[in-house]
């Protein structure tokens, strides 16, 4: 006896060409085409929620460093206090400091020189 794929065969021709929507040109509609777009843009988009990690940490360190010397400080020199005085506050905070509430973060700086 002959076995047909039709209804998995379709079912997942259906699905891959579902997630290539919005995609221009063949990429849209070809699944040959569309399977290579679809499997590269999942990769992309696993490699850069990794990335968007990295440059988070660095924009954080980048408004941290320019409230630290606003108040006469670097941010190395900062950080290295803020551990020393055994402050657990994280760069995502301090950043966040930094940027909208200027007089906190002076706070936090004059703590960490005293």
Do not use: C
């Not at 941010?75 to 402050?87: D, G, I, N, P, Q």
């Not at 760069?91 to 200027?102: I, Q, T, Y």
Request: glycine content about 6%; cysteine-free; proline content about 2%.
């Amino acid at each position: 006896m002959r076995i047909k794929r039709g209804i998995g065969h379709v079912k997942r021709r259906k699905n891959l060409l579902k997630q290539a929507k919005g995609y221009r040109w063949g990429r849209k509609s070809q699944p040959k085409k569309a399977k290579v777009a679809v499997t590269k843009a999942l990769r992309y988009a696993y490699i850069h929620r990794r990335t968007k990690k990295r440059d988070m940490r660095g924009l954080w360190q980048v408004r941290i460093n320019a409230g630290a010397r606003l108040n006469g400080m670097t941010y190395s020199k900062l950080m290295h206090a803020l551990k020393l005085k055994k402050v657990e506050l994280d760069r995502k905070v301090l950043a966040d400091l930094a940027a909208n509430h200027p007089e906190a973060f002076a706070a936090v700086v004059t703590l960490a020189k005293s």
